[in-house]
């Protein structure tokens, strides 16, 4: 036998399970910034793929961002850690205006190619053998010429800059979520 419930009570009943599930504690545990790094090995790149490393390290340091801009399709985007995302030379080239300019070294940790696509996970640091500071991925499409250009360069930071490292008794401390 089936039971009614009166559509007030099914009603409150749902409402209820909704406010209960959006509701936030005052502080959710956050895993510890302090976790021990794991060095992933580099990888050996094909040549075409290793040459947009090499490019890319090279316009950086060299504070060339319409020649980074230029290592993208027509419709590439920059979606960097801090930063909005950009699509297009133009909007790609005034991204890199402001953070290109520093020293750069690129390393692969994985790649795939299919095609005519193709991508490369990597880390980033100010130099080669230098503790890596991010990591990256770029997604690769090969022109009708051969060459392979940037479709989607995604990046971020191993740490937040400035963020203090919490130290043992801290690790597994509670941090506060704001209310939305």
């Not at 690129?106 to 640091?125: E, Q």
């Amino acid at each position: 036998m089936r039971t009614k419930f009166p559509k007030s009570f099914a009603i409150a009943l749902i409402l209820s399970a909704g406010v209960k599930a959006q509701e936030l504690p005052e502080a959710v545990p956050m895993p510890s910034a302090a976790l021990p790094s794991v060095e992933l090995p580099t990888v050996a790149l094909p040549p075409g793929l290793d040459r947009v490393l090499r490019d890319y390290e090279l316009a950086w340091m060299q504070k060339q961002p319409s020649a980074l801009a230029g290592m993208f399709t027509m419709d590439g985007m920059a979606l960097h850690s801090g930063s909005p995302p950009a699509r297009g030379a133009a909007r790609i080239s005034a991204g890199y205006a402001e953070a290109a300019g520093t020293p750069l070294s690129l390393r692969a940790l994985a790649y795939a190619v299919s095609h005519d696509m193709a991508y490369i996970v990597g880390a980033f640091a100010p130099a080669a053998g230098e503790p890596d500071h991010g990591k990256f991925v770029l997604v690769l499409r090969r022109g009708s010429d051969g060459d392979w250009k940037i479709a989607a360069d995604i990046d971020n930071m191993n740490a937040l800059p400035g963020a203090p490292t919490p130290g043992p008794e801290q690790s597994n401390a509670p941090v506060s979520v704001p209310e939305p």
